[in-house]
């Protein structure tokens, strides 16, 4: 009892090092702990629960450690991601447990494999209670120079690395073999050393736009959403001063402006006006890209959306969104297409409104499947909003629709000085792995800074730090296998692991008619 407790412990302490800045190395041998237990148990149904319980156990820790800041914002936030994350966690681990105790290892073991991925695959799909935080690939944020490979896979590419190399070091360690120990090192240093290949023969474009990024620091609890509109107006006059004449693209954070735009003509609000001014003032020629909270009206006639909350004879949309402002595009709006559950999204919508009104819900936002470019002087740039920076299809569909570098605006301030907002700016870091998109990131507080398609961070400022950042960005128009493809590697893994069930339940049907020892 007592040395299993500590192999979940070691088992959560290793899963969670990558989420604190510590490297995602630990991650190669972080299952190793749970698969030892689930060596030790049988095949019984007692043995079953069992094993579940250390495994919910372990991964329960995992994300208490791990997301535990998500409190601050939301209470019930972690609470739910824990739930759901926990269930896919241990969908794939407990069927390969069953399947071990009844078939061959290697049927076992293709299982875990492909039923993993499958699994973070529709956490990270779902359109609904989506939180790929805990996503294994994500944990080699800080290790950039050992994934440069994601541009092919996509973040999914580590979590399979984590998983090819757990079974193979685990085998290596219970056969003490020669060839069980090669199968080992090389899972673990193969694909370090084509990362290390990739990176230092990455050739970067000639073609650079200059752009400064913003971060104002206003607390988001006391001050940014308060009345002091003028006092946030003059702070962004102020930060303008530092702009350089020459640069191309302004970047301010998510909700920068404090007045709510109207939907279909955001360049009429008095904050837009306002950051026109200061623009052309000091550099005439420059797009200024700043979050907003936007509102469409649905008048009488008109289908309203699901996410439509009821006026007086209308309907009407609240937007967290992107606007562009002296840009040269035919678009001047972005959408968020990705909602945080619970507080801009609320699960199961249409159903619930039939038995409750959720018209008032604060959080229930309008949403657009339409990933958004912005243009200036012959580039295209794609704003990303905060949460959208999680997800590597999010930067994908940018990329298709034309964007040769990404823009992240943000509002970290809702966690805090804590893990969160580290980890957002880091896994930014890995989106321009995958896309080859240099990013320039604006948080309203937390970490703004810049990133180029390798990863590297090329300058930031951090916590409660105001300022301004200028530099020249790369801009790229050519297109990586992962942007071409998407999440193959999801899609692969649903494939193979629907063949190895059905593997399993022949070979079962054939051993109970002694047709195979």
């Known amino acids: 009892m007592t040395r299993k407790l500590l192999y979940v412990l070691l088992s959560a302490v290793l899963l969670t090092v990558g989420w604190y800045g510590g490297g995602g190395f630990t991650l190669l041998v972080a299952l190793l ?16 629960w069992r094993m579940a319980g250390w495994a919910s156990l372990a991964f329960v820790l995992w994300n208490a450690a791990t997301i535990w800041w998500v409190w601050i914002a939301t209470p019930i ?22 399947v071990s105790k009844r078939a061959r290892k290697a049927v076992a073991y293709t299982l875990l494999v492909a039923a993993w991925l499958l699994t973070e695959y529709c956490y990270i799909s779902a359109e ?40 193979a070091i685990f085998e290596a360690w219970h056969n003490r073999s020669r060839w069980s120990v090669v199968r080992a090192a090389a899972a673990v240093v193969v694909p370090v050393v084509v990362s290390l290949v990739m990176y230092w023969s990455y050739e970067p474009s000639e073609k650079s736009i200059k752009i400064s990024v913003v971060q104002p620091n206003v607390d988001c609890y006391e001050e940014k959403f308060s009345d002091n509109v003028a006092w946030q107006m003059q702070n962004f006059e102020d930060l303008f001063q530092s702009v350089p004449r020459d640069a191309r693209i302004v970047v301010l954070p998510e909700t920068a402006l404090p007045d709510r735009l109207r939907d279909e003509a955001p360049q009429q609000s008095v904050g837009a006006n306002a950051l026109a001014h200061y623009s052309q003032s000091r550099c005439d020629d420059a797009m200024v890209v700043a979050g907003a909270s936007t509102i ?59 038995f409750v009104d959720l018209g008032g819900i604060t959080g229930q936002l309008g949403r657009n499947d339409k990933a958004t470019v912005f243009e200036k002087g012959g580039v295209k740039v794609g704003p990303a909003i905060c949460y959208e920076g999680i997800y590597g299809d999010c930067f994908a569909r940018f990329t298709r629709e034309g964007a040769e570098a990404m ?87 649903g494939l193979l692991t629907l063949l190895t069930v059905l593997y399993y339940t022949a070979y079962r049907i054939r051993r109970r008619n002694h047709l195979v020892d």
């Not at 972690?78 to 069927?95: D, E, K, R, Y």
């Open 407 to 493: 823009l992240v605006m943000s509002n970290d301030g809702w966690w805090g000085n804590t893990p969160g907002h580290r980890r957002l700016f880091d896994y930014c870091r890995l989106r321009a792995i995958e896309t080859r998109r240099a990013v320039a990131r604006s948080a309203n507080t937390g970490v703004s800074g810049f990133i180029t398609p390798r990863g590297d961070v090329v300058e930031r400022l951090d916590w409660e730090q105001r300022g301004v950042l200028t530099a020249d960005v790369e801009v790229r128009d050519d297109v990586t296998p992962y942007v071409a493809y998407g999440d193959w590697l999801g899609r692969l893994s």
């Open 128 to 167: 609904v209670l989506s939180f790929p935080w805990l996503t294994l690939g994500n944990g080699f944020s800080g290790d950039v120079w050992a994934v440069q490979w994601y541009s092919l896979t996509g973040v999914l590419g580590g979590s399979l690395w984590v998983m090819v190399s757990n079974i």
């Open 33 to 48: 702990p749970l698969l030892e237990i689930s060596r030790e148990y049988g095949p019984s149904a007692r043995d079953w």
């Open 77 to 98: 936030g972690p609470i739910v991601a824990t739930l759901f994350s926990t269930f896919w966690n241990l969908v794939a681990f407990m069927l390969f447990h069953y």
């Open 296 to 354: 469409k009206f649905y008048p009488k006639g008109v289908a309203p959306s699901q996410t439509a909350r009821p006026g007086d004879g209308y309907y009407y949309d609240f937007y967290n969104s992107a606007v562009a402002i002296n840009g040269d595009g035919e678009s001047d709006i972005h959408h968020k297409m990705r909602l945080v559950i619970g507080v801009e999204a609320m699960p199961f919508t249409g159903f619930l409104n039939k």
